[in-house]
T-cell receptor
C-alpha cells in the first residue's frame, strides 16, 4: 500500500468552526490531491498540488483552502465549516502528472460531520 | 460534456455470475478510461484501465470492453465472488490529461451473494 496517512480519520464539528485535515505521504510523490466523496456524486476534486507551495483549484473548491509547505504534507482547511461540507474526504498522490504514466493512490479517508 | 454517466447505481449478483457495469461519456477528447475499486472504509484503488486503441482489455476475471463509436465502456467481472463486493467507479480523462482532470462516475455498489 502507498504510504498515505490521513488525519483525523473521524471528526465531528459544529457549523462555523475551522477544520484542518492533514494528508501525509512517505512516497515522495510530487502530486497530491484532495477529493470529497458523497453519495450520488462519486469523487469530486477539491484542490490539488503540483509541488511545494504550488496548488490549484478543482471542481468544488469553494469554502476550502489548501497549503503545502513540505513535499510530504498537504493540508485541507475549511475556514468556517458548513453542514454541506459533511462528507468523506480522500487524499490522493501520484508520482506522475498525467494519467497515462501514473496512477492515483488514495488514502483511507477522513469522515467529517458538521452539525 | 465533462460528465461520465455510470449505471447501475447498485447491483446484486449471485456467486459465480457475471457482473456488468456500464459507463458512457460525451467528450470525444477522452482517451483514458480507468476503473477504481473501493472496499468499505478504504480509499479507491486502480483496478484496470484501457485506452481506445483497443476494444477490450482483460486482467484475470476483470474485463473492460470499449465501444468508441458509442462512447461507452463497461466493466465485466466474470465468476463474481463475495470478495468482489465493493463500490466501482469508472473514470475518464483526455490525452495528456492531468490526474486532476480525471472525471469520475458516481459509482456502482456491487453485492455478490454467496
Amino acid at each position: 500500500d502507498a504510504g498515505i496517512t490521513q488525519s483525523p480519520r473521524h471528526k465531528v464539528t459544529e457549523t462555523g468552526t475551522p477544520v484542518t485535515l492533514r494528508c501525509h505521504q512517505t512516497e515522495n510523490h510530487r502530486y497530491m490531491y484532495w477529493y470529497r466523496q458523497d453519495p450520488g456524486h462519486g469523487l469530486r476534486l477539491i484542490h490539488y498540488s503540483y509541488g511545494v507551495k504550488d496548488t490549484d483549484k478543482g471542481e468544488v473548491s469553494d469554502g476550502y483552502s489548501v497549503s503545502r509547505s513540505k513535499t510530504e504534507d498537504f493540508l485541507l482547511t475549511l475556514e468556517s465549516a458548513t453542514s454541506s461540507q459533511t462528507s468523506v474526504y480522500f487524499c490522493a498522490i501520484s508520482e506522475s502528472k498525467t494519467t497515462y504514466t501514473g496512477e492515483l493512490f488514495f488514502g483511507e479517508g477522513s469522515r467529517l460531520t458538521v452539525l | 460534456q465533462q460528465q461520465v454517466k455510470q449505471s447501475p447505481q447498485s447491483l446484486i449478483v449471485q456467486k459465480g455470475g457475471i457482473s456488468i457495469i456500464n459507463c458512457a461519456y460525451e467528450n470525444t477528447a477522452f482517451d483514458y478510461f480507468p476503473w477504481y475499486q473501493q472496499f468499505p472504509g478504504k480509499g479507491p484503488a486502480l483496478l484496470i484501465a484501457i485506452r481506445p486503441d483497443v476494444s477490450e482489455k482483460k486482467e484475470g476475471r476483470f474485463t473492460i470492453s470499449f465501444n468508441k463509436s458509442a462512447k461507452q465502456f463497461s466493466l465485466h467481472i466474470m465468476d463474481s465472488q463475495p470478495g468482489d463486493s465493493a463500490t466501482y467507479f469508472c473514470a475518464a480523462s483526455s490525452s495528456g490529461g492531468s490526474q486532476g482532470n480525471l472525471i469520475f462516475g458516481k459509482g456502482t455498489k456491487l453485492s455478490v451473494k454467496p
